[in-house]
């Protein structure tokens, strides 16, 4: 299935692992992580779903079509 959105919930804790899995997608520009803004979320879907599930306080998500 496709990825249509993703976002961070609160609770991130700025521990990159979504921006080393992910860089094309996620960003950590001060002391949380954002989704970065015009992204084509199905190039990325895997890394996507696996920054989501190496998450350490479980808040990436994603929404799929």
Known sequence: MAI???WID???TACEV???I???VFD???DTAIVKKGV??????E???DAADSCPVEVIQFEEE
């Open 18 to 20: 979504c921006v080393d």
């Open 40 to 45: 084509n979320f199905n190039d990325y879907e």
């Open 10 to 12: 609160e609770g991130c």
């Open 22 to 24: 992910c860089p094309e």
């Open 4 to 6: 249509k959105k993703v």
């Open 28 to 30: 950590l520009p001060e």
């Open 47 to 49: 890394e996507i779903k």
